[in-house]
C-alpha cells in the first residue's frame, strides 16, 4: 500500500509538471507571435531590419513577375514596361497621395541632394551592379600590396560601410524609386541632383541609366519633388558635347512638371546643372559654353540654364569665374579634406562669389566612409558622431546665408555619405556600421530639422 501511495503521489507531480512545462511553451509562442508583423513592407522596421532583402521579393510581387518575365527582351522593351509599371503603380496608390501630403513635411526646394541610380540585382538586372564594387588600388604599388584585391560578393558582401535597410536594391525597381522619393520628402529637401551620363555612357563600374530618368520624374512629381542633374565626366565631355547633352535634355525632359528651373534674382526660371570634376577641362573650352561670346554659346538661346561648376582647390574660383559658370558647390563631405570641403573656407568662397554675381552651394554630408573600395584610405573618415557631425556641417552652411545648400548624399553607399535608412548587419566576414543609437531614419530627421531650421532663418536674412 506504501509502494503504491508513492507511485500515485510520483504521478501526479510529473502531471503537473508536464502541464506547466506545456502552458510555458504556450505563453512563449503566443509573446513571439505578438512581436512578429503581419507583413513586411516599405516603413516597417522590424520586418525590414532583419532581412532587408525580404521586401524585394514580398512588395508588388505581381509587377515584379511581369517585369522578370520579360527580362530576356532587348533593354528599350525592358525600359518601357518599368515604366508601363510604374505608371500603373502609381494609378494604384494616388488616392491616399493628399492624406500622404498631409503627413509629410513640405519640400524646401533650396535643399538640393545628391542621388544615384546605378545599383542593380539579379531580380531586375540580371546580376549585381555596383554593389560588387572592386577594391581600387593606391596608386603606389608599394601601397597597394599591403592591401587586399578583388570585388564585393553580394547580398552579404556589398561595397558599402553600411548596409541599406532595403538590402542590395536595384534602382530600376519602382518600390525602391518610391521609397526613395518618400523618404526624400520626409527629409524635407525639395530638389533631387541626379547623376547622369549621356545615354549609352556609365561610369566605369555600371550601366547606361539615361532610360531611368522618366521613371525618377513620374515619382519625384507624385512626392511634389523635383529633378536637376549632375552631369558627371564622361568621355570627350567638352563645350560641344555639352551643348547637344543640355539640349538633349531640355529638349526630352523639360517638359515635365518634376523638371526643376530655378527662378533668378532677375526672375528668370532656368534649368539648373551640376557639373562634375568641371576643372578637368580647361577655362576657355567653357568660356566657349558659358559665354555670350563663346564659339559654342548656350547663352540667351532656349537651352541657356545656370551651370554649376565644382570647387575643389582654392585657385579654381578664378578659373570658374572665367568660364563663364553661374556659381560652384564643394560636393564632398569630408571637411579639411580640400579647401572647398573645409567649412572655414566657406565664408571667403561665399565673399567672392557675391562680389562676382555668383551662387555659392556648400555641400553639407553626416559623414564620410569609403574603406569598403578603399582600404587604404582610412584617413579621410570623418565619424558621423551620432548625427553631430551632419548638424555642424549644416551650421556651418547656415553662417555663409547661401541661396541653396546642397546635401552629399540620399545614396552614395560607396563613401559612406548616405543619409539613406540603413540598418545593423552581421555577416561571417563582415559587421556593418550602423546608426546606433539612433533609429534608421535619424539623418532624414535631422534633414528636416535644419530645413526648417534654415527656412526660419532665411525669412530673417530677406527681413
Not at 245 to 254: A, E, L, R, S
Not at 309 to 334: C, N, P, Q, W
Amino acid at each position: 500500500i506504501l509502494n503504491y501511495d508513492i507511485m500515485a503521489r510520483f504521478r501526479r507531480r510529473t502531471c503537473i509538471i508536464l502541464l506547466l512545462f506545456i502552458l510555458f511553451i504556450c505563453s512563449i509562442m503566443m509573446a513571439l507571435k505578438t512581436l512578429r508583423p503581419d507583413r513586411a513592407g516599405f516603413g516597417d522596421p522590424f520586418g525590414l531590419g532583419l532581412l532587408p532583402e525580404l521586401q524585394q521579393r514580398t512588395v508588388l510581387l505581381d509587377s515584379k513577375q511581369n517585369l522578370l518575365k520579360r527580362a530576356q527582351g532587348d533593354t528599350v522593351t525592358r525600359v518601357s514596361n518599368l515604366h508601363s509599371i510604374a505608371v500603373n503603380t502609381m494609378k494604384a496608390s494616388m488616392s491616399p497621395l493628399k492624406k500622404l501630403e498631409e503627413e509629410l513635411s513640405s519640400p524646401n526646394y533650396n535643399f538640393h541632394i545628391f542621388y544615384y541610380t546605378w545599383y542593380g540585382n539579379p531580380q531586375f538586372d540580371g546580376k549585381y551592379i555596383h554593389w560588387n564594387h572592386p577594391l581600387l588600388p593606391h596608386w603606389d604599388p608599394k601601397i597597394a600590396n599591403n592591401y587586399p584585391k578583388g570585388r564585393h560578393n553580394p547580398p552579404e558582401d556589398i561595397g558599402a560601410n553600411f548596409y541599406p535597410e532595403l538590402g542590395s536594391y536595384s534602382s530600376k525597381d519602382p518600390t525602391v524609386i518610391e521609397a526613395h522619393m518618400k523618404q526624400m520628402r520626409t527629409a524635407s529637401t525639395g530638389v533631387i541632383v541626379l547623376s547622369w551620363y549621356p545615354p549609352g555612357m556609365a561610369d566605369e563600374n555600371g550601366e547606361p541609366t539615361d532610360d531611368l530618368v522618366p521613371v525618377v520624374l513620374d515619382y519625384a512629381h507624385k512626392y511634389n519633388l523635383k529633378v536637376t542633374f549632375h552631369i558627371e565626366p564622361y568621355k570627350d565631355r567638352d563645350d560641344r558635347s555639352m551643348y547637344h547633352n543640355v539640349k538633349y535634355i531640355i529638349d526630352k525632359y523639360g517638359s515635365h512638371p518634376a523638371f526643376y528651373r530655378h527662378k533668378t534674382s532677375t526672375g528668370r526660371l532656368l534649368p539648373m546643372f551640376y557639373v562634375y570634376d568641371s576643372y578637368v577641362t580647361i577655362p576657355e573650352i567653357w568660356a566657349n559654353l558659358l559665354t555670350v561670346s563663346g564659339s559654342q554659346s548656350i547663352r540667351n538661346t532656349p537651352y541657356d540654364a545656370l551651370f554649376i561648376a565644382l570647387l575643389v582647390e582654392e585657385r579654381h574660383k578664378h578659373d570658374i569665374h572665367r568660364s563663364g559658370f553661374d556659381g560652384m558647390y564643394t560636393y564632398f563631405a569630408t571637411n579639411g579634406f580640400s579647401y572647398g570641403s573645409s567649412h572655414h573656407n566657406w565664408a571667403s568662397l561665399k565673399a567672392f562669389c557675391d562680389s562676382n554675381n555668383l551662387m555659392f552651394i556648400p555641400s553639407v554630408g553626416p559623414g564620410y566612409i569609403d574603406t569598403s573600395i578603399r582600404p587604404w584610405n582610412n584617413h579621410n573618415t570623418r565619424n558621423r558622431v551620432n548625427g553631430k557631425y551632419y548638424e555642424t556641417a549644416f551650421s556651418a552652411a547656415l553662417l555663409v546665408r547661401p541661396e541653396i545648400i546642397s546635401i552629399t548624399s540620399f545614396n552614395e553607399w560607396h563613401e559612406g555619405t548616405q543619409i539613406e535608412k540603413a540598418v545593423p548587419k552581421r555577416t561571417g566576414q563582415v559587421v556593418y556600421l550602423d546608426y546606433k543609437p539612433h533609429k534608421p531614419n535619424v539623418y532624414l530627421e535631422l534633414t528636416q530639422k535644419w530645413s526648417e531650421k534654415y527656412r526660419k532663418e532665411q525669412e530673417q536674412w530677406l527681413m
